[in-house]
T-cell receptor, first 112, second 120 residues
């Protein structure tokens, strides 16, 4: 069974540009989470989808971040416009019901 | 909201020694506590977890203990090996029964991470 995949693995953009991250969860997992780790700090929760619905978006830092999960399969996280402090590693995780969360390899975002 | 503190931030041991990492949490409602291991350049992977109705759980060289009253839990690794070197994260979460699913459940609140180095 394929694990959680994320694309791209790395992204380097200029401040003010737009970046879109993609996450493909494990097939059949209704729950999809986005997390972020900034500069060696803790991994922080961003939001939680159940199928296509946003169950909890309390961790989204501001309205420059937009997450979608149309059709309840893969999800995208768009940052527009990107700021320097958005640099970090963005992780996606998925789970079946409230089971173990399986993490993707992450997208390393660098905003210059 | 939940807050998780993890100590130490770095831990260096000799191969064969034991390693202990400690975490405290603030929200007494949290009832699920997983530990993730992240090797360099790889994804975080679950190594062990414990629910609040259990005080201790063991899996080969790894064990986790939970003290609900004091709101702290610990990871114990015995007979450490160089391949145990990684960053370890503790986390706390709230799992709800299906009939009580509300607006916020399932999200993991992580500690700051511990860089464990096992010297051969």
């Amino acid at each position: 069974e394929a694990g959680v995949t994320q694309f791209p693995s790395h992204s380097v953009i200029e401040k003010g540009q737009t970046v879109t991250l993609r996450c493909d969860p494990i097939s059949g997992h209704d729950n999809l989470y986005w997390y972020r780790r900034v500069m060696g700090k803790e991994i922080k929760f961003l939001l939680h989808f159940v199928k296509e619905s946003k169950q909890d978006e309390s961790g989204m830092p501001n309205n420059r971040f937009l997450a979608e999960r149309t059709g309840g399969t893969y999800s995208t996280l768009k940052v527009q416009p990107a700021e320097l402090e958005d640099s970090g590693v963005y992780f996606c995780a998925s789970s079946q019901d409230q089971g173990t969360q399986y993490f993707g390899p992450g997208t390393r975002l660098l905003v210059l | 909201g939940e807050n998780v503190e993890q100590h130490p931030s770095t831990l260096s041991v000799q191969e064969g020694d034991s390693a202990v990492i400690k975490c405290t949490y603030s929200d007494s409602a949290s009832n699920y506590f997983p530990w993730y291991k992240q090797e360099l350049g790889k994804r975080p992977q679950l190594i062990i977890d414990i629910r609040s109705n259990v005080g201790e759980k063991k899996d080969q060289r790894i064990a986790v203990t939970l003290n609900k009253t004091a709101k702290h839990f610990s990871l114990h690794i015995t007979e450490t090996q160089p391949e145990d070197s990684a960053v370890y994260f503790c986390a706390a979460s709230l799992r709800l029964p299906p009939w009580a699913l509300g607006t916020s459940y399932g999200k993991l609140t992580f500690g700051q991470g511990t860089i464990l180095t096992v010297h051969p």
